[in-house]
Nanobody, 122 residues
Framework: QVQLVESGGGLVQAGGSLRLSCAAS???????VGWFRQAPGKEREFVAA????????SYADSVKGRFTTSRDGAKNTVYLQMNSLKPEDTAVYYC????????????????WGQGTQVTVSS
């Protein structure tokens, strides 16, 4: 079973940038890797996804043009570059992996990692 560890979160001012990392151990990623977030009092939501081949990406409307996901096969790591951050981006960010975009969009996973906290101050 693949184990995923998210890192790179922190406190940043509005308009700033952060880069999150999702590292896999135990096994390689499945076909797609997704990023998700959960703000206090809200349900977890889809943020972005990338195919492990790197040929396909998908973004939530709320982050299009500001966030970019990429992957490094040699490091077995997926990244989420977040620019022009807004206070409403404040959340715990998670990554997960699955065989299809449908799996990613529906967040149909058996387990989740610890996530990494992103806090954007106004």
């Amino acid at each position: 079973q693949v184990q995923l560890v998210e890192s790179g979160g922190g406190l940043v001012q509005a308009g700033g940038s952060l880069r999150l990392s999702c590292a896999a151990s135990g096994r390689t990623f499945s076909t797609y890797v997704g990023w998700f977030r959960q703000a206090p009092g809200k349900e977890r939501e889809f943020v972005a996804a990338i195919s492990w081949s790197g040929s396909s990406t998908s973004y939530a409307d709320s982050v299009k043009g500001r966030f970019t996901t990429s992957r490094d096969g040699a490091k077995n790591t997926v990244y989420l570059q977040m620019n022009s951050l807004k206070p409403e981006d404040t959340a715990v960010y998670y990554c997960n992996t699955g065989p299809s975009l449908l799996t990613i969009w529906t967040m149909h996973f058996d387990s989740w990692g610890q996530g990494t906290q992103v806090t954007v101050s106004s």
